[in-house]
């Protein structure tokens, strides 16, 4: 065993072991070591010059302007969001956290204590539907007339686009009002039978007024009390039959995440299976977007669904796209082609948030 062997083993077991610090702890271990100051500042030196040599490079591809990147998690294992995987691939990009309305937070906050808010909406249940999901969701949902109707309730800088809304909204949430506490009206005692069903006829109406399916809205991920995520989500149907789900990212602002600020590189699962192999292909849009389309190269005739999703950042808000065939119970034998030029057209049609 050398001196160099045992500096790199050190090294190794410091930088890449089963428990990492948080800090990195090698540069402070290197001081130790024989003539350690001396080769700490060559290696300063060196990363300078490998940092003033390779920061136009980065620049030029774009990795260092808070876009999505696509993370190989085999070449890329125990990432910190994540350190029990080492498998699958993720995508990483700069959230940043925005302030509801009071309004709806308040409106939130009632549904979330199981109470009926100042317009007189009642708590909802939503669920959806498709492939292209929310993570997971609890009370508070909402469902819009259209994104236009979603984007003003909630102040968010969503993007627009003509192409969709052009298509047939199809539903992209279904509320349903948690009447687990039916109320029992005043003087219940001395109500006939009629006064008593007119009472419950007239709350049942009420009670799903605004239930039913939207073609916009937005579930809500809680943090015990605290709303941490929304995800508002659009569904539609262009004029060739192609069903785009559309689903954004949202961090919502909280005492311990100030509306504004930016958290670099979250990253989020793409798919955490071991058995695909995933390529990406950049997609740079007319407006300027970048977008990740991966592309499943794990055997030659490869399903249609696992190409057929996009994924992209704007204003630290990040949105999935995901392309269903028109029939979709046929088999189509084009390995997603069809579908992905579907998502460019879509993707190429998107403006930035009025």
Known sequence: MTPDRDETLLRRALQEGLHPAETDLWPVVAQALPAGEKRQKRRTRALRLAVCIGAPLLL??????????????????????????????????????????????????AHYNDEWDADGVPPMHTSCGGRNLPPKYGPGGRGYDSWADLTEATGL????????????????????????????????????????????????????RLAGDFPAGFTVEWAESTPQYLYPRRVD???????????????????????????????VYFDKKAALIWEVEEYTTPSGITALLPLCTSNGKTSPWLNSYAFFEQNGIFYSLAVNYPNSFVDVDDAGAAARDVLKEVLDSFEPAA
């Open 157 to 208: 800088p969503l993007l627009r686009n003509d192409l969709l809304d052009s298509g047939t909204p199809d539903n992209a949430v279904h509320l349903i009002p948690d009447s687990d506490k039916i109320p029992r009206p005043d003087n219940w005692e001395n109500l006939t039978i009629d006064e008593c069903n007119a009472f419950y006829d007239a709350y049942f109406e009420e009670l799903w």
């Open 60 to 109: 030029a591809a774009g990795a260092l302007l808070g876009r999505v990147q696509f993370t190989n998690l085999r070449t890329t294992p125990r990432p910190s969001f994540a350190p029990e995987n080492n498998t699958g691939y993720a995508i990483q990009y700069d959230q940043t956290a925005y302030e509801l309305p009071d309004k709806l937070m308040d409106s939130l906050m």
């Open 237 to 267: 149907v262009l004029s060739n039959g192609f069903q785009v789900e559309t689903q954004a990212h949202v961090l919502l602002a909280s005492a311990s995440q100030a509306a504004g600020t930016t958290a670099p590189n979250h990253s």
